[in-house]
């Protein structure tokens, strides 16, 4: 009697104390990527910034999409066991073709258009964000599901970005640029405004600063670190609490600035990597 071996393609189990890949166009989702340190400290996290190609907000989706696969490979190859788009832009262009292309994990964000309107007590609301998230089909269901009962004021802000990517979180030229962007929102009375880009809540001091106290301030990187938690939890992923997790940064940025750049948003020491 001969047995016979089925030839069953074996998946290989994911450990869970492999790395989390994060990523965005460039500096911005660091914001996410702190969020996500303070809720799962004993994860290991790799963090790439695609400075070379930021701002992702005037791109096609599909430049965007290229962007993302290839970022997506690279942290691949570095064991990453979930990725996730620190990015609003990327998520509105990219996300649907990333979670059909791949198996892992993948988890997104979209501007706070929801817990704005249920926060504001005025009704108008605000969201300063990138044209191309803006412009975007998700973004219009978003405003389709959450936005009815609200006045919701949008504003792109192109040149922001770059600012940031640049360090500059209290310069002259920053300042006036949110005061051009801020003030449609105010000029229409919101009350509440959504921080729909990564990179602004870097400048969300400055933004107070010129919009006032009594204006809220929305972001959506402590929302997106619970939602990590929670796939990694239900997949049964979730790092073993034995070790402090490792954080480690990647950079394509042509900028002499870009590890001082990437360590003062961190808030201390990093190791930066050439991308
Ligand atoms: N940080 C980004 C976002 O959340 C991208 C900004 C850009 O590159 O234009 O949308």
Redesign the pocket.
């Known amino acids: 009697m001969t047995l016979e071996i089925k030839n069953t393609p074996i998946k290989p189990a994911i450990p869970a104390n492999a790395p989390i890949g994060v990523f965005?166009?460039?500096v911005?989702?660091i914001s996410v990527l702190q969020h996500i340190h303070a809720l799962l400290p004993y994860e290991h996290l790799l963090y790439v910034a695609d400075s070379r190609y930021?701002?992702?907000?005037g791109k096609t989706p599909q430049e965007i999409q290229s962007r993302c696969f290839e970022i997506t490979d690279f942290l691949i190859a570095k064991g990453a066991k979930a990725i996730v788009v620190a990015?609003?832009?990327a998520t509105a262009a990219a996300i649907d073709r990333m979670r059909a292309k791949y198996s892992l994990p993948i988890i997104g964000m979209e501007p706070a258009v929801k817990p704005a309107a249920a926060a504001s007590k005025n009704g108008v609301i605000g969201v300063l964000?990138?044209v191309?998230?803006l412009k975007s089909a998700q973004f219009a269901g978003l405003l389709e599901s959450y936005g009815r009962n609200v006045k919701v004021v949008t504003q792109g802000c192109t040149g922001l970005?770059e600012c940031i990517e640049r360090g500059e979180l209290a310069d002259e030229a920053t300042r006036n640029l949110l005061q051009k962007y801020c003030k449609p929102l105010l000029d229409e009375g919101a009350d509440t405004i959504v921080l729909g880009?990564?990179?602004y809540p870097f400048v969300a001091p400055l933004i107070t600063q010129v919009v006032g106290e009594g204006v809220a301030l929305i972001d959506t990187g402590a929302a997106v670190a619970k939602q990590l938690q929670k796939r990694l939890s239900a997949l049964d992923l979730l790092a073993w609490p034995d070790q402090a997790g490792k954080v480690r940064f990647w950079t394509n940025s042509p900028s002499a600035n870009a590890k001082p750049v990437i360590e003062a948003l961190w808030g201390g020491d990093a190791e930066v990597l050439a991308f």
């Open positions: 965005d166009s460039g911005g989702g930021a701002p992702y907000g990015c609003n832009t964000a990138t191309g998230t970005v880009c990564t990179h």
